[in-house]
């Protein structure tokens, strides 16, 4: 069974920075790869950052680069979201998902190519 806990979510003051992790039981993200969502009040869930299985290549939402790295620890087969420059907008709960089978070779980008899902963590960004 595929069990994702997300963790490393808080108030924080615009400009601040904070980072996300993803644990995985039951799955290993160097097989699979991973993405993170995010979805604010009101709005619908949308695509954050993924890394893929194959290399570990970063994607992330265009309007959103710049600020975001996303890294993976094989070792503690945990995966991280570093968030800086944060901003009122960023206030949302944000998920990790991973794809149901191993060497994924569809989009990071399509919530669809998810089938296990933590259950979030909140950010909240103060102005």
């Known amino acids: 069974q595929v069990r994702l806990v997300e963790s490393g979510g808080g108030l924080v003051q615009a400009g601040g920075s904070l980072r996300l992790s993803c644990e995985a039981s039951?799955?290993?993200?160097?097989?699979?790869?991973m993405g993170w969502f995010r979805q604010a009040p009101g709005k619908e869930r949308e695509f954050v950052a993924a890394?893929?299985?194959?290399?570990?290549?970063?994607y992330y939402a265009d309007d959103l680069k710049g600020r975001l790295t996303i890294s993976m620890d094989n070792a503690k087969n945990m995966v991280y979201l570093q968030m800086n420059s944060l901003k009122r907008d960023d206030t949302a709960v944000y998920y990790c998902?991973?794809?149901?089978?191993?060497?994924?070779?569809?989009?990071?980008?399509?919530?669809?190519?998810?089938?296990?899902w933590g259950q979030g963590t909140q950010v909240t960004v103060a102005s």
């Open positions: 998902a991973v794809p149901e089978r191993q060497y994924y070779s569809g989009s990071y980008f399509r919530q669809s190519g998810y089938k296990y």
């Open positions: 039951g799955r290993t993200f160097s097989r699979s790869g």
């Open positions: 890394i893929s299985w194959r290399n570990a290549v970063p």
